[in-house]
Structures are given as C-alpha cells and as structure tokens.
C-alpha cells in the first residue's frame, strides 16, 4: 500500500478528520538513520503527525516543523513537512534500546522523558507562528492532542502508531486526527468518546490491511462522512551542497580558515538524509 493522507468532513460541518498510512515514509526512515526500534516508534509517530498536520496548512510553501526536546536518552525528535507532504527528520540518539514498558510495549515516553514540544509553522509571513507546550506523557499523540487544546483552542483525538518487529522492521505505521469544530453539538462529542474508547489500535487496523478510509468509516459509523480529499505523503530530503554552503559561512571567517589550515577541506553532513558533502580548501576559500 502506497503511504497517503485522507482528509474529511462530517455532514453539517461539526467534525473534521484526517487519517494516513505511513509503512513507507517510517520504513525509509529507519534505514537512513539506522533506528532502534523504540526511536523508530517515536520518529514514526512524529513524521505521522506532521504528514497530517501538513495538510491543514492553508498554501504551497507552507512549512511545519515538530521539535521535541526531552530529558530522556533520546534526546529529542525533529521532523520537517512542506505542503506536499514531503516528509524529513531525525532522532538525537537513534540507536537507543531500553526495556519495554509495563505494558509489554516500547517505551516511547521512557525514551523521550519530560520536555517539551514546538509546532513551528513558516506560512510566509514575516514571522513563523511557533506553539510551545510542555510534554505531558512523551508519548507524542497525547502531546500533539494538548497542543491542538492549548495553541489552536481546537478540541482533538489524536492516534499515532508505529508497529515494529524485533529486528526493527516497520510492519505498519500510520494515524489519525479528529477535531472538533466550534458548532460541535454534545451528542456528537459524545458519540465519538464512546467510539474511540471500542477501537483496536491504529497499528493493529493497519497491521490487518485496513486503509484509512476503512478507519475513519469505522470510528464514524452511523453517523455520514464525506472523505473530501486523498493525497500521498513521502519521506523526501531537500538537501543540497548550496544549502550547506550557508551553514558553513554562518561558522565565522575563524573557523573556515581553521578548517582549510587543519584538514585543507571540510565534510558537511545532512542530518536529515545522511549524505555528504566535501569542500576543498579552494571552495572554503571562496565561501570565507
């Protein structure tokens, strides 16, 4: 199955939801990067997140970054979509192997700790809109669900899932989001409490070949929904020996000269993709 994002609407207008599968964009991601399992889980569940969120931004050009920063050994998640849908990121420490939690299941919110969470939106204004919240479980659908609540004042289920085997393959990955609209009657609200609390996990519904169609039919049964628009979302670095030119110059005229005296070059590498990129001292010498 090809990783996408579905969007919809309830009739009447009360309820949006979106819902993505993303096997592909997770699995890509733990190859470049070399992930243990439980940083797979929590950059799978980040690159979800911001998947979704990418396609409430309003035009092209828009740009979402999740920052999460926490005191645990992973250190912290950084992920990057544009409007497209054109996913990257990467851990602090990707290679991380702790116990699993009480529940037989990795430890997310363990390997993350407390912290905190930055929703970064550049919408080609003067100035990105940044949203700040404290972390209040680690395990990043919860976190990302506060933020809807704290930042936007938009009441939100939020469910991401990564289920990783053993030796660390992604055998499914996706979620959802449900928000609540201003007009939300409190039959509606309540309707979706009791859904949510009956369903399988979203990797479990995955994992068994559902789609999200089939997901979002699921928690919305009984009532009408109308899936407005279905869009693919991909792991995809931007990088390029250009852009690493303008981390170069921002080290000062001292350092480049230090680099092209010491080792009469430099290496600059992507965090996000891994690749590499060298500059001989002539090339240290014109960016200087």
């Known amino acids: 199955m090809d990783d996408y994002i579905i969007r919809a609407v309830t009739v009447g207008g009360q309820v949006r939801a979106f819902a993505a599968v993303t096997n592909n964009t997770v699995g890509e991601a733990a190859s470049i990067h070399n992930l243990s399992p439980v940083a797979s889980a929590a950059l799978g569940r980040t690159l979800t997140a911001a998947a979704i969120m990418s396609k409430m931004l309003k035009s092209e050009g828009n740009i979402i970054t999740i920052q ?40 997310v919110a363990g390997a993350i700790g407390k912290g905190y969470l930055n929703v970064i939106m550049d919408l080609g204004l003067k100035e990105p809109y940044i949203g700040y919240v404290d972390l209040v479980s680690g395990e990043i659908a919860e976190d990302i669900a506060y933020y809807f609540a704290y930042s936007e004042q938009t009441p939100s289920i939020v469910s991401l ?34 859904r949510i609390k009956d369903i399988p996990s979203v990797t479990t519904m995955l994992y068994e070949g559902k789609t999200p169609e089939d997901i979002l039919k699921y928690i919305f049964e009984g009532m009408e929904l109308k899936i407005s628009d279905k869009s693919p979302c991909k792991y995809k670095c931007n990088c390029s020996k250009e852009r690493m030119e303008r981390g170069i110059i921002s080290l000062g005229k001292k350092e480049i000269q230090g680099m092209i005296k010491e080792q009469k070059g430099a290496e600059a590498q992507c965090h996000f993709c891994n690749k590499k990129y060298w500059f001989n001292a002539e090339e240290l010498e014109k960016l200087m």
């Open 161 to 194: 899932g990564v289920l990783v085997s053993p030796e660390g393959k992604i055998l499914s990955s996706g979620g959802f989001i449900i928000q609540l609209m201003p007009d939300a009657e409190e039959e509606t609200i309540s309707f979706l409490e009791k």
């Open 68 to 107: 999460i920063k926490g005191d645990g050994p992973l250190g912290g998640v950084v992920v990057v979509s544009d409007y497209q849908a054109n996913l990257r990121g990467y851990i602090y420490n990707p290679e991380v192997y702790i116990p699993l939690n009480s529940k037989g299941k990795l430890d």
